[in-house]
């Protein structure tokens, strides 16, 4: 099963917006946070209001998270 998250993120800084894209298994779920498994690296993704999931979001899902 493959969760989508969509994760808005705070205003864009001298006119430059960017967005990230990670898939892979969930580390860690809290309220605020959701931490992803990216090759050897983890990433950290905020959540907050605006955050819009799609899914049952659980340590081990696979997930793809888009952060904008």
């Known amino acids: 099963m493959v ?16 967005s990230y894209q ?7 779920v809290s309220d605020n946070m959701i931490a992803v498994q990216k ?10 209001a605006n955050t819009k999931i799609t899914g ?5 899902t696979k997930v793809t998270i888009i952060a904008r």
Do not use: H, N
Not at 3 to 18: D, I, M, N, P, S
Not at 22 to 28: F, H, M, N, S, W
Not at 39 to 48: C, L, N, S, T, V
């Open 3 to 18: 969760a989508g998250l969509l994760v808005f993120g705070g205003a864009a800084q001298a006119g430059t917006v960017r």
């Open 22 to 28: 990670v898939t892979g298994p969930v580390l860690e």
């Open 39 to 48: 090759g050897k690296d983890r990433w950290e993704i905020a959540r907050d």
């Open 56 to 60: 049952d979001v659980k340590v081990g």
